[in-house]
């Protein structure tokens, strides 16, 4: 695992562009697994603006979302399936059949957990997984709990997570209770993992996932097993991280 230590958010962004259009120049039909927030938004500008000046096509990219809150519609402002369709698939040319979701909505979730998990594996597995990081270290909407959970199923939000997501919503009771999250096994197994964290608010979550023991009760610590997982962080996200975790710059 490499640990990228930037200025800035803007840095982060910088440094976390160049490695993923690194994954889509050199494979075109590469699988994106996508998160939601405020993290990737700058890189996520990035990718557009590489589309926009030529420098990349996504006809043949294919992206799946990491999670989703159940009983949202897609059509919902506080889905990810809209935050995705927002922030990332408009104004890029990918095929719409290539934007692959879980279903907060579905009648029988269990099921759309498996339809999920067995799409991810039809496309032969993500290339590139993009994570953020909790304050409590989950990653996707895996939380903190007695063991990791391999495959894409149901959450029940920790009270930490749906205090932290209630900012973008307009009533904090209107966080949801659950959510649907590809597991570890989706994540672990994706060729390239980046994982971005910047802010005061990540310092805790940091330090847990990359300095503290590899525990379920702190899920981005599996990360350190992961041969190709680069943390790019910025200094404020990285101040606890003791030095000699951080990759020579
Ligand atoms: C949510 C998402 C995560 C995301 C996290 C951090 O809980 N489910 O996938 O990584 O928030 O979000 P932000 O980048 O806005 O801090």
Redesign the pocket.
Known sequence: MEVKVTEGYEEMSDAAAELVLQVLREKPDCVLGL??????MGLYRRLHMAYQAGDVDFSRVRIFT??EYIGLDEKDEQSFAYYTRKNFCEGLNLSESHICMPNGMATDIATECQRYGRAIEAAGGIDMMI????PNA????NEPGPSFVPETHVVELSEA?RA??ARFFANPADVPYWAVSMGMRDIMFARNVLLLASGPGKTEALVLALAGDITPKAPASVLQLHRGAVVIADEAAARRVPKELWTAQ
């Open positions: 998160t939601a927030g405020s993290s990737p990491l999670s994570l953020g990081i909790g989950h990653i996707g909407f997570t932290a997501n």
